[in-house]
C-alpha cells in the first residue's frame, strides 16, 4: 500500500505546485497567501509518503484529498484534479491493501511449505 499511495501524494505535491503558479495569475489573492496555502499543502504531501504505515497516516491522506478538491473555490479546475486524484487516492489504498494481504499469504504459505 505504502507505495501506491507514496505515488499519489507525490503526483499530488507537483500539482499542487502548479496550482499555485496559476492561482498567481488566475486570483487577486496575494503571491504570500498563495504560497503559504500551497507550500504547507506540498509539505504535508511529502511528510505523508514517511507516514502512511502509522496509525492515521491514511486518515491525514484523505484530507489532504478534501483540501485539493476545496482548492476549487480558487481554480475551478482543482475540482476536477481534486476528484481525479481522490480516486486515485482510494485505488491506492484500495488496491494496495490487497496486494498486502496477499503478499503476507504468500510468505505464510512459503515458510508454511519450507
Known amino acids: 500500500m505504502r507505495t501506491l499511495c507514496a505515488s499519489t501524494l507525490i503526483g499530488e ?3 499542487i505546485g502548479f496550482a499555485g ?3 498567481m ?3 487577486d489573492l496575494s503571491a504570500a497567501t498563495i504560497w503559504t496555502v500551497s507550500g ?3 509539505l504535508l504531501s511529502v ?3 514517511g507516514m502512511l504505515n502509522r496509525p492515521g497516516g491514511v486518515q491525514l491522506g484523505w484530507a489532504l484529498q478534501i ?3 476545496a482548492s476549487g473555490l480558487v481554480i475551478p479546475t482543482m475540482y476536477f ?3 481525479v486524484f481522490a480516486a486515485l487516492w482510494w485505488a491506492s489504498v484500495h488496491f494496495g491493501r490487497k496486494i498486502d494481504e496477499a503478499k503476507a499469504r504468500f510468505a505464510a504459505e ?3 511449505a519450507g
Do not use: E, K
Open 13 to 15: 505535491f507537483f500539482v
Open 81 to 83: 484534479l481534486g476528484g
Open 110 to 112: 512459503s515458510s508454511a
Open 67 to 69: 483540501g485539493l478538491i
Open 21 to 23: 503558479l496559476v492561482a
Open 25 to 27: 495569475q488566475l486570483t
Open 47 to 49: 511528510l505523508l509518503c
Open 40 to 42: 504547507i499543502a506540498m
